[in-house]
T-cell receptor, first 110, second 114 residues
Framework: DTGVSQDPRHKITKRGQNVTFRCDPI?????LYWYRQTLGQGPEFLTYFQNEAQLEKSRLLSDRFSAERPKGSFSTLEIQRTEQGDSAMYLCASSLGPQFFGPGTRLTVL | ELKVEQNPLFLSMQEGKNYTIYCNYS?????LYWYRQDPGKSLESLFVLLSNGAVKQEGRLMASLDTKARLSTLHITAAVHDLSATYFC??????????????FGKGTHLIIQP
């Protein structure tokens, strides 16, 4: 499969726990994006990497959120001290031009 | 701040009918995207519109872009049940001087009934 992959696909956690998601982009794509989508809404931009550099962060990305792309390939998104409001689908996309989206990680915070 | 508005947000239509979904955006941008999302699934890229007057067609779907009016349309011709999904338009922020991500509309939930 040469598309964008994300792991895990589903995560259920208790409030206050930390969670980490992984995204593997399409191999030749140098740009990688994270979005969050809540029920009934369109995706909201969180952050963007070009190669290993994190070039932009949305104000939606609170201090509890951190993203890395250490070698310019895969990326991780960590949420610390999760809150119920963090429950959402977290989408990763990669691009050279148009963005191609992965299947998403659905997070449920109890 | 870039805003993207779609209408209608919900559309129920019969097979065989034609309809248009509208996407308005608030700041200058010349890159607009249409995506399809099935329930519980991720987004599938449908069209990329890169210039004023761009028109693209794929099967029963046709998308157009008018950058002067800041309007894109997604036209459905002779709808079939398989087109039932949620359709999102998204605008590239960077053309409007913003971050290099996309701003999405709320989506149009389309149900096509036999």
């Amino acid at each position: 499969d040469t598309g964008v992959s994300q792991d895990p696909r589903h995560k259920i956690t208790k409030r206050g726990q930390n969670v980490t998601f992984r995204c593997d982009p399409i191999s030749e794509h140098n740009r990688l994006y994270w979005y969050r989508q809540t029920l009934g809404q369109g995706p909201e931009f969180l952050t963007y990497f070009q190669n290993e550099a994190q070039l932009e962060k949305s104000r939606l990305l609170s201090d509890r959120f951190s993203a890395e792309r250490p070698k310019g390939s895969f990326s991780t998104l960590e949420i610390q001290r999760t809150e119920q409001g963090d429950s959402a689908m977290y989408l990763c996309a990669s691009s050279l031009g148009p963005q191609f989206f992965g299947p998403g990680t659905r997070l449920t915070v109890l | 701040e870039l805003k993207v508005e779609q209408n209608p947000l919900f559309l129920s239509m019969q097979e065989g009918k034609n309809y248009t979904i509208y996407c308005n955006y608030s700041t200058t941008s010349d890159r607009l995207y249409w995506y399809r999302q099935d329930p519980g699934k991720s987004l599938e890229s449908l069209f990329v519109l890169l210039s004023n007057g761009a028109v693209k067609q794929e099967g029963r779907l046709m998308a157009s872009l008018d950058t002067k009016a800041r309007l894109s349309t997604l036209h459905i011709t002779a709808a079939v049940h398989d087109l039932s999904a949620t359709y999102f338009c998204a605008v590239d922020n960077i053309s409007g001087g913003g971050a290099d991500g996309l701003t999405f509309g709320k989506g149009t939930h389309l149900i096509i009934q036999p």
